[in-house]
T-cell receptor, first 114, second 113 residues
Framework: SQQGEEDPQALSIQEGENATMNCSYKTSINNLQWYRQNSGRGLVHLILIRSNEREKHSGRLRVTLDTSKKSSSLLITASRAADTASYFC??????????????FGQGTILTVHP | DSGVTQTPKHLITATGQRVTLRCSPRSGDLSVYWYQQSLDQGLQFLIQ???????AKGNILERFSAQQFPDLHSELNLSSLELGDSALYFCASSPRYSWNEQFFGPGTRLTVL
């Protein structure tokens, strides 16, 4: 079952604009991660934010986490055509014996037009 | 290139058949994870192995089984295949110091006709 719900399902923007994707989840988490997937290929890890963090930056990426609302957002600034891909949030649940099990959202398809 | 390799890249087979997907983790990684990606179910965790032992299990069907060998490569066996098993199957590995960051292989695309 999918833990994360991502919004929007698809996003189309022009190069240079910012892209914001949102993710909501249901259970308590240890951390939340964002991955990128180019069409039909493997996933690439972008950034991880722990449950005790509120914001994290990596290059043109900014991730926020609101554990009270069980939501996260990924902001890509100054987008490029090469950013065109599907973006997934994934959560690692807190406690239990989940170990490295990640639960993925349905993803947001981002298209950046040159 | 993540350093995780998967073979074969594509597999086309018929219903009722059995296939084996192979994964080699990044050098030094002890954990291997299997995920299935399909249009209707999205990305789903199947199973995790750590240094040869099963560590976590997800929505893996009884017709599916996996193992991790002493050289740390892993195989996912899918039997009595059904049309609905058509999907991309990903393997990922993670460093021994962290479960969190997973490095994904390019995937095996399975088509069941």
């Amino acid at each position: 079952s999918q833990q994360g719900e991502e919004d929007p399902q698809a996003l189309s923007i022009q190069e240079g604009e910012n892209a914001t994707m949102n993710c909501s989840y249901k259970t308590s988490i240890n951390n939340l991660q964002w991955y990128r997937q180019n069409s039909g290929r493997g996933l690439v890890h972008l950034i991880l934010i722990r449950s005790n963090e509120r914001e994290k930056h990596s290059g043109r990426l900014r991730v926020t986490l609101d554990t009270s609302k069980k939501s996260s957002s990924l902001l890509i600034t100054a987008s490029r055509a090469a950013d065109t891909a599907s973006y997934f949030c994934a959560t690692a649940n807190a406690g239990g014996t989940s170990y490295g099990k990640l639960t993925f959202g349905q993803g947001t398809i981002l298209t950046v037009h040159p | 290139d993540s350093g995780v390799t998967q073979t074969p890249k594509h597999l086309i087979t018929a219903t009722g058949q059995r296939v084996t997907l192979r994964c080699s983790p990044r050098s030094g990684d002890l954990s291997v994870y299997w995920y299935q990606q399909s249009l209707d179910q999205g990305l789903q965790f199947l199973i995790q192995y750590y240094n040869g032992e099963e560590r976590a299990k997800g929505n893996i069907l009884e017709r599916f089984s996996a193992q991790q060998f002493p050289d740390l490569h892993s195989e996912l066996n899918l039997s009595s295949l059904e049309l609905g098993d058509s999907a991309l199957y990903f393997c990922a590995s993670s460093p021994r110091y962290s479960w969190n960051e997973q490095f994904f292989g390019p995937g095996t695309r399975l088509t069941v006709l």
